[in-house]
């Protein structure tokens, strides 16, 4: 794509609404009400200024609130309303001096950029602070008015975060959410084996889900009974169902016709989407008899009716655990972990990450890195050219240009595309209100209420409409603080557009393409994938509890890894450069092979030994090889150079001996030599590195990308 193609491409993404996405009405409703509370107490109390300054408080922390987090519901609301309340101190404080002021406000955005590393309510939050500086300075700033400021949008905060914890409260339903659309994934993986034996499992819900069960140890003890014990047999299940279905896994002497087998894939598809209702609703588990049945019949004691016993088993766990109430106490662990359940470190562990995390991004070649220095550039640059216009509220150019810019280009320039729009048709229905009906200041704080509630509804349609009401409801906030709407609405318009400008012109200057990164993405996966396979044929070596331990941690990386390329590609794709580095085809081949390896590894996984059998000698040097050859494929990879996978074939030629192996382990075993011989095709320099000269751009970024 080229820049005019990667513009219209970004514009059409930043414009589009997501259909029937409106936020829960009681929760607006609630958010509403606190955002009312919060500006007529100040009102109330001291007067039409302060009630203005609540109102704002009480707005950026409503928005917060509606960010999903797996922590408790108070959590995001309460940072957010402490930090905004420092952050107007200090803003005030240093207000009166220019250098001083953008010295700060330079620190506070390049912390920003490098902020979203710790996930996506972190850079939220930390925006919503830069925005707060900017704004609170234009006030008079003694100290005493600074710390009377700071107390009055803090006070404005917390009545949101106090409403939270309010009926209606849910406090576990976004928890039961991903977890129940990760069952309906498997039930449908299941449907979809039962047509086609060789169908790859989508992880991106799963991945959702062992992050909901990562709680406090607060949240382990308190968590619904519903919940619990739920992920670990369908995680258990997923590699069952692949074993079932493939023939490589389930041959003649297995005793297990292809028509049996489909039979209880469909057992196991109507047991999950039972479970997975039964997990979003908070009810209980209602099983036909048909399926009742067929989960308390019993088996015969070959392979292919071992692994029918398992899944029977595993899914009459997880009905038991999705019917609860089971004691909670015996649940965790010492390790931390109990039927998929981690533990989250302390706060003091936590913050100790997030500095490692924040370290990690300061090279040359990290996104959030050149995304911190652009913004940290755009803010000074922004704050002197708009207080050097004649349209005062200078700070509205830098603010809109923090609030757009983003780490990857297609978010950025989408979010300028939506800027516009939004602040467009929201000052012009603001601007008429106001000429027409010239409201008095009650009538104008209460549609700003109402603007405010429109933004809360919003928050999952799409950022356009966020931006409407967001916009109606700063103008409607000047007006009330006594300024003419005649001179804010292009004031409005000059300045949005001006951050805009800015925004669109540092990622042009200083960009983060994706493309540069797809090669090293692309050995990051295949790294996780066969140090999945690895990890599953250690299993075979050590059948014990922490090599299953050990096998769960390489899952959820090989799925992190999948998800990491997937999202990179998908960037990748709206770039405006002349050649993507990968071609589509070669794009294509190697995901089809690393999906292939994954499947076989699943086939493997389903037949492992249980904890305490008799040790397979031929597994230890297979292991060993995948996980050496899973570096040096990386390596290679990164490095333009094709990968090998001599010390695995090698490796596999003793696992496929008669006299050692089972035939199943032998079949899956020939299945993985050719899997590993199509992703060393795939993975060829030729393919791998395309057009290297023109992949993108000629920028610092690019330079180091293909020179590493």
């Not at 009312?36 to 609130?65: H, K, N, R």
């Not at 540069?516 to 990890?535: K, M, T």
């Not at 799925?559 to 590609?569: D, F, S």
Request: proline letters at 6%; aromatic letters at 8%.
């Amino acid at each position: 794509m080229h820049w005019i193609s990667g513009l219209k491409a970004a514009a059409r993404a930043g414009l589009h609404l997501q259909r029937n996405r409106l936020c829960p009405p009681l929760l607006v409703l609630r958010a509403t009400a606190g955002l009312a509370f919060a500006g007529l107490v100040g009102y109330w109390l001291f007067g039409l200024a302060a009630g203005v300054l609540a109102l704002f408080g009480g707005f950026m922390t409503g928005i917060m609130a509606f960010q999903r987090s797996w922590r408790p519901d108070p959590v995001i609301p309460l940072v957010t309303a402490l930090t905004m309340g420092a952050t107007t101190f200090v803003g005030y404080l240093t207000g009166d001096c220019l250098p001083l002021f953008l010295a700060v406000a330079a620190v506070w955005t390049f912390l920003t950029g490098l902020s979203w590393a710790l996930g996506p309510n972190s850079g939220n939050i930390a925006v919503s602070n830069v925005v707060v500086l900017l704004i609170t300075v234009t006030l008079p700033n003694t100290f005493g008015y600074a710390l009377s400021q700071a107390a009055l949008i803090t006070a404005g905060s917390l009545v949101q975060v106090a409403l939270v914890l309010l009926p209606p409260a849910k406090r576990w339903q976004w928890h039961r959410t991903v977890l129940a659309d990760a069952l309906s994934a498997e039930a449908d993986y299941a449907r979809r084996l039962g047509a086609n034996p060789s169908a790859h499992f989508t992880p991106a819900l799963f991945v959702k889900a062992c992050e909901a069960d990562t709680l406090s140890p607060w949240q382990a003890r308190h968590q619904p009974a519903g919940l619990r014990d739920v992920r670990g047999p369908a995680e258990e299940i997923r590699p069952i169902l692949a074993s079932l279905a493939d023939s490589a896994a389930n041959g003649p002497e297995n005793d297990l016709p292809p028509e049996r087998a489909r039979e209880m894939l469909d057992v196991a598809a109507t047991a999950l989407d039972a479970v997975s209702h039964a997990v979003r609703h908070a009810s209980p588990v209602s099983l036909s008899p048909e399926v009742a049945a067929a989960l308390t019949q019993p088996s015969p004691a070959s392979a292919g009716r071992v692994a029918c016993t398992r899944l029977r088993t595993l899914l009459h766990d997880m009905v038991e655990a999705a019917d609860g109430p089971h004691p909670a106490g015996n649940r965790v662990a010492s390790d931390g972990r109990s039927a998929g359940l981690l533990l989250r470190p302390s706060v003091t562990d936590q913050f100790k990450q997030a500095l490692r995390v924040l370290r990690g991004e300061v090279h040359r070649d990290s996104p959030l890195l050149r995304l911190a220095v652009r913004s940290t550039v755009v803010i000074v640059i922004g704050y002197l050219i708009g207080y050097s216009l004649p349209y005062g509220h200078g700070y509205w150019a830098p603010m809109v240009a923090v609030l757009i810019m983003r780490p990857d280009f297609s978010q950025t320039y989408g979010r300028v595309a939506s800027r516009f729009a939004g602040n467009l048709f929201g000052v012009i229905t603001a601007s008429l209100i106001l000429s027409l009906a010239h409201p008095g200041e009650f009538t104008t704080g209460f549609l700003m209420v109402v603007c405010g509630g429109f933004v809360f509804l919003f928050m999952e349609t799409g950022y356009l409409a966020v931006q409407a009401a967001g916009s109606a409801f700063c103008i409607l906030g000047l007006v009330l603080a006594g300024e003419s709407w005649q001179h804010a609405m292009p004031a409005r318009f000059a300045l949005t557009l001006l951050g805009g400008l800015l925004a669109m012109a540092s990622y042009a200057l200083y960009p983060a393409w994706e493309t540069s990164r797809l090669r090293a993405r692309l050995a990051d996966w295949i790294e996780a994938a066969l140090d999945y396979a690895a990890a599953v044929v250690h299993q075979y070596a050590e059948p014990s509890e922490r090599s299953a331990r050990r096998t769960l941690d390489a899952v959820t990386a090989a799925r992190t890894a999948r998800l990491a390329w997937e999202q990179a590609v998908t960037r990748a794709t709206d770039e405006p450069v002349r050649h993507h580095g990968l071609a589509p085809a070669t794009i294509t081949a190697v995901e089809q092979a690393i999906a292939e390896v994954v499947r076989i590894t699943m086939l493997l996984e389903g037949n492992l030994p249980a904890a305490g059998s008799v040790p397979t000698p031929t597994a230890v040097p297979l292991a060993g090889a995948l996980h050496q050859c899973a570096h040096d494929a990386a390596d290679a990879i990164r490095n333009d150079r094709a990968p090998t996978w001599e010390p695995v074939q090698n490796a596999l030629t003793a696992w496929n001996n008669p006299d050692l192996a089972t035939p199943t382990t032998q079949r899956v075993g020939r299945l993985l030599t050719r899997a590993l011989d199509n992703l060393a095709a795939a993975g060829t320099p030729s393919s791998v590195a395309g057009s290297s000269a023109s992949c993108c751009p000629k920028d610092g970024n690019a330079r180091a990308s293909r020179s590493s």
